[in-house]
């Protein structure tokens, strides 16, 4: 049934599944809170508005960059890998983080066409720095957009010093603003580095059995992705060689990060929902793939109510 739904791309998928973010948002919300005003009720629906957008975003990037077979297991896995750390808490707050990221890596795979080349650099430097108030370490994500810059471009060249630009455009603005209110400290908060939470100590039990299931996946996934690789052309292959080392990038970025808010844990999922489709487009048995398919589902919504 999983594997008749999302093998082909359809509209109907995306009301399914936002209707099944919403639902398991809702609840796992309920969950964790007993505060039902209509403050709860807003803020719950504009996450879940939010992490549809990121959704759509993610239908888009995969469409435009050719990283599935016309299908939507993309989003599903999107939509099971989310609903697996709902156990965060996760607000808005937790959630544009995400979004900025998404924006970025959008742009930055968009890298292998010519067309407004020097928009999508500054586009996706823009975003990236937006994104480093909310964690410091999206910084990071400039690794994978000057690692795609040289995979497309070549060799270093003025076209570098774009994102320079780009993130002073954001950063001189705030910081005026900050100087002259005599907010210099708010300014300097931003990109304070946190040294108390590098432990995995600090996860939950349910983060920690996310994090290794995932992890197994991812390498398990890798396989079948990096077998592929060989099939596709080189603009493609460095497209998806680009998901790679997202993947990993965001891992780091979580290690890093202060691990106890939702916001860290979320920005691998996009890179992982990619990696995640690899096996099921290279699979052929369909009972088995059902099965597989059905297992990760009931393994992330057990993770909420474990």
């Not at 890596?105 to 928009?119: C, K």
């Amino acid at each position: 049934m999983i594997t008749s739904l999302f093998g082909k791309s359809k509209p109907f998928n995306f009301l399914i599944l936002g209707f099944v973010l919403t639902v398991a948002l809702l609840w796992s919300q309920l969950r964790y809170t007993e505060d039902t005003d209509f403050t709860f009720f807003s803020n719950t629906f504009f996450s879940a508005f939010l992490l549809f957008f990121c959704l759509w975003l993610l239908e888009f990037i995969t469409y435009k960059n050719r990283l599935t077979q016309n299908n939507h297991f993309a989003l599903f896995f999107f939509v099971c890998y989310l609903i697996g750390v709902m156990h965060l808490n996760i607000e808005p707050d937790a959630i544009w983080p995400l979004i900025f990221v998404v924006l970025a890596v959008r742009r930055i795979l968009a890298f292998r066409t010519t067309v407004d080349f020097r928009q999508k650099i500054f586009d996706a430097a823009f975003w990236l720095t937006v994104g480093m108030f909310f964690n410091f370490w999206i910084i990071l994500f400039f690794v994978l957009l000057y690692l795609a810059l040289l995979d497309f471009n070549g060799a270093p060249s003025r076209l570098w010093l774009i994102p320079l630009i780009a993130s002073f455009s954001v950063l001189f603005p705030v910081f005026a603003y900050c100087f002259l209110f005599d907010k210099i400290d708010h300014f300097t908060n931003f990109f304070t580095i946190d040294t108390t939470n590098y432990s995995v100590i600090w996860m939950n039990h349910k983060t920690f059995w996310f994090m290794v299931i995932t992890f197994c996946m991812a390498l398990f996934s890798l396989y079948f992705y990096v077998k592929k690789l060989k099939l596709k052309a080189s603009n493609q292959k460095k497209t998806r060689q680009h998901i790679v080392v997202g993947y990993f990038i965001s891992l780091a970025v979580y290690f890093l990060s202060h691990q106890v808010h939702p916001d860290v844990i979320l920005l691998m999922i996009p890179f992982l929902s990619v990696l995640s489709v690899a096996f099921v487009e290279d699979y052929k048995k369909k009972l088995m793939l059902e099965s597989y398919l059905f297992l990760i589902l009931i393994g992330m919504i057990g993770l909420v109510f474990w």
